[in-house]
């Protein structure tokens, strides 16, 4: 039996339903891997834990993969999957707000759970609509953001549709998103696993038996939804254990969990990810572009 620790970006949640699944069905320890599974804590990230040996495998966004890189002395980190296709994270308002582009947010007051690294992020959206990029930035005390700007707090949050987004409709809170890309500012993969080079040189035959499991997890999650959000009752906290509340994620969430392209879990296309670390480098975010090929691989997927 092979160990694999995985570190996770957050409490257990639909992003994570895949590995969710293949634990609830035993494959993992069928395929001959004993997966731990580490929870998120504010005083160590994903990428600190491979770092420093307390995990082989994280989970993070590859904003988050890509700064870290890009810090002095970093340990080379390696992004091997990504949990799903497409961003679903978003800038959003409340429908009745008469906000209906990103330009009007100029000089109104945007709130999130931490803004500090996204900011050049949101300024960019709302230039690119023909705005100054001129907001506040204050950081939310509500743990459901949506309540940030349902008690006039905030004009606008950042928030991921598929989690966040399904909190405030399931509360009967209507919003009104504003994509990344649908104004021209590249984000790439939302969460991606990865890990160490020396882990993928040392491990490469239980990296591709944990991920192809994985893989089966997600296939399966797919097409089995009612099932798959009984086994997220289960699993989330206690304060998320809502079904109606978990129908309406895990349905915001299915679609991009199944790359339209390839017909598979996981795949990263190297000239998607290419653009947003050029994109990283044009707004000054890095020193340079990382070389993708450094950055992220396909190699252990099936």
Known sequence: MERIRLALDWKPNVNHSGILAAIHHGWYKEAGIELELIDRE????????????????????????????????????????????????????LESSGIERPAQLDG??????????????????????????????IQSDRVNLYETVAENKADAIWLFKNWQGAQAEAAGVKLRHFTLGDYGV?????????????????????????????????????????????????QVRDEHKDKAFLEIAFAATRPYFISSKTGSWGHMEPEKVNAYLKWRAEQGLSNGPLEVDEFVTNELLG
């Open 42 to 93: 504010l005083t160590q990230s994903a990428p600190q834990k491979v770092e420093s040996g307390v995990a082989d495998v994280g989970l993070t966004c590859i904003v988050t993969l890509a700064s870290y890189r890009e810090e002095k002395d970093s340990h080379p980190l390696k992004a091997i999957a990504s949990l799903m296709q497409e961003d679903l994270s978003s800038m959003a308002v």
């Open 186 to 234: 590249p984000y790439c993969y939302p969460i991606t696993m990865f890990t160490s080079p020396a882990f993928i040189a040392e491990h490469s035959k239980t990296l591709r038996t944990f991920l192809a499991t994985t893989a089966k997890g997600y296939a399966w999650a797919v097409v089995n939804p009612e099932k798959m959000v009984d086994i997220l009752m289960e």
């Open 108 to 137: 109104k007051r945007f709130a999130a759970c931490s803004v500090g690294g996204r900011n050049p992020t949101i300024t960019c959206l709302i230039q690119n609509d023909g705005g100054k990029g001129d907001i506040t930035y």
